[in-house]
């Protein structure tokens, strides 16, 4: 559907990232070589904005009340959520996801209905909205004024404005420091059978839960991924341009960042700065959202994905 551009008014609070040069990449060599995290290598940018927090399930309500926007998850009439969490009649599950058992194909299962048709918002509208697809995103940031942000962006985001080389917003080692408080929202225990929920979740926290990085964004690792704009190229870093990259000029799959409360060390260690994932612009599960950077009047307002074949 067509939703007017900068119709809307988006409520989350931005901070102000200075124009200048960051290292991009994994200085660790820890990531999948399918990911793509390296070469490291240093990226200028110029200044922007960047929502402090994920958009939430209130602000997705403000805009679909405004619009009556319909997301893709709600157009299938089914999306991922995992299996602990669902919340669903059997004959709702359509099954599982091939090689990820945890995974469930579920009717009914969309933003409004995070772990299934039988849940509901109630108590977590200060979470991170979920089940919205990279065109769902794109659609609120039209309405919003807003965009999704390059991937370089995010990354710098997530570094707040921390030294070369570092792995996690705060530095390079994941310990619960002196008070015993984890910092970011990440599967403790074994996956995906238990989990101890050291951090205090079991599945999203409140989007402004946990301390900020210096630059004052909250939960730029773990909770949920988060989309953004490039498409996804795993050799993209090999020859990336140096000055304000924007991505591959096609592709399949857009790049998702962040990592996710379902994230271990064992299964998935991409809530490191660095870490890169994809999926398909129109997929949706129970553990993916997005944040918004303020969009510039050079930069045009557009829902459609040209993906190639």
Known sequence: MTVAAGSGRHSIAQARIDDGAFWMGDAFDEGAHEDGETPEHAVYLDAFA????????????????ATGY????????????????????????????????????????????????LSSLEGIESHPVVHVSWNDAMA????????????????????????????????DTLDTGQNGAWPCNIWQGQFPHFNRCEDGWDATAPANHFAPNDYGLHQMIGNVWEWCADWFDAR??????????????????????????????SYC?????????????????????????????????????????
């Open 50 to 65: 960047i929502d402090i927090t994920t958009v939430t399930n209130r602000d997705y309500a403000a805009f679909v009340a």
């Open 70 to 117: 319909v997301t893709d998850a709600e157009h299938h009439g089914a999306s991922a959520v995992f299996d602990a969490h669902l919340k669903a009649e059997p004959s709702d599950v359509e099954g599982a996801f091939p090689g990820t058992s945890w995974w469930l194909s579920v009717r009914g299962a969309d933003w409004r209905h995070p772990a299934g048709p």
């Open 140 to 171: 609120y940031c039209c309405w919003a004024h807003r965009q999704l942000p390059t991937e370089a962006q995010w990354e710098r985001a997530c570094r707040g404005g921390g030294g070369r080389g570092m792995r996690y917003p705060w530095g």
């Open 236 to 265: 993209f870093y090999d020859a990336s341009p140096l000055s304000n990259p924007r991505g591959p000029e096609q592709g399949t799959r857009r790049t998702m960042r962040g990592g996710s409360f379902l994230c271990h060390d």
């Open 269 to 309: 260690n991409r809530y490191r700065n660095s870490a890169r994932s994809s999926n398909t612009p129109e997929s949706s599960a129970s553990n993916i959202g997005f944040r918004t950077v303020f969009r510039d009047g050079r930069v045009g307002c557009s829902t459609q994905s040209t993906e190639t074949t």
